[in-house]
């Protein structure tokens, strides 16, 4: 079955703070996606990639970079952490096409105080 | 742009009966459609997809059918049970190669014994 893994699994960061969210995924995966989860907004996306060396922006970049240094790895950089970026981050990667499904990391519980 | 709508926010139900949650979509390109379900403390997981007007997809007891008439992709079950508590999300392809799903704002559904 697939695998992605995220780290940490919590953190509490300071405002103003760097944080650096990790993903690893070990199915081969083109497409990486970031999304954050919260109530009544369901799952946004942030940023996504379509392989190493590439990053795109998603629906709500704002304030997060990304970095996709190998075929296994998508990082999310808060270089500037905020209380509004408390949340829940998903990792999820995904072979190319409009069919294919997207596989799920556990999640990130990030606040910032 | 494109976008998918999930009427109820929570439904609360009694083991054994039957539930539909509603999610409705706009989109200029041809749909593909998903729902994925979301367990307490878990990772979002694929539950079904399809693509095919007018024909029943089914999984695990759950079942939807794309209807392109009406821009709906609604998911059923006949008869719910304890572990079906949990969040679902309904997601369109956004028609770009496979660059994103775009997801509805959830529905909770909680089943009381």
């Known amino acids: 079955e697939a695998a992605v893994t995220q780290s940490p699994r919590n953190k509490v960061a300071v405002t103003g703070g760097k944080v650096t969210l990790s993903c690893n995924q070990t199915?081969?995966?083109?497409?990486m996606y970031w999304y954050r989860q919260d109530t009544g907004h369901g799952l946004r996306l942030i940023h996504y990639?379509?392989?190493?060396?590439?990053?795109e922006k998603g629906d709500i970049p704002d304030g997060y970079k990304a970095s996709r240094p190998s075929q296994e790895n998508f990082s999310l950089i808060l270089e500037l952490a905020t209380p509004s970026q408390t949340s829940v981050y998903f990792c999820?990667?995904?072979?190319?096409?409009?069919?294919?499904?997207?596989?799920f990391g556990p999640g990130t519980r990030l606040t910032v105080l | 742009g494109d976008s998918v709508t999930q009427t109820e926010g929570l439904v609360t139900l009694t083991k054994g009966l039957p539930v539909m949650l509603n999610c409705t979509y706009q989109?200029?390109?041809?749909?593909?459609l998903f729902w994925y379900v979301q367990h307490l403390n878990e990772a979002p997981k694929l539950l079904l997809k399809?693509?095919?007007?007018?024909k029943r997809t089914e999984h695990q007891g759950f079942y939807a059918t794309l209807h392109k008439s009406s821009s709906s992709f609604h998911l059923q079950k006949s008869s719910v049970q304890l572990s079906d508590s949990a969040l679902y999300f309904c997601?369109?392809?956004?028609?770009?190669?496979?660059?994103?799903?775009?997801f509805g704002t959830g529905t909770t559904v909680s089943v009381s014994p």
């Open positions: 999820a990667s995904g072979d190319r096409g409009l069919y294919a499904e997207q596989f």
């Open positions: 199915n081969n995966h083109n497409n």
């Open positions: 990639s379509y392989g190493a060396g590439s990053t």
């Open positions: 989109t200029t390109y041809s749909p593909f």
């Open positions: 399809s693509s095919t007007d007018n």
């Open positions: 997601a369109l392809s956004d028609g770009q190669g496979g660059r994103a799903l775009i």
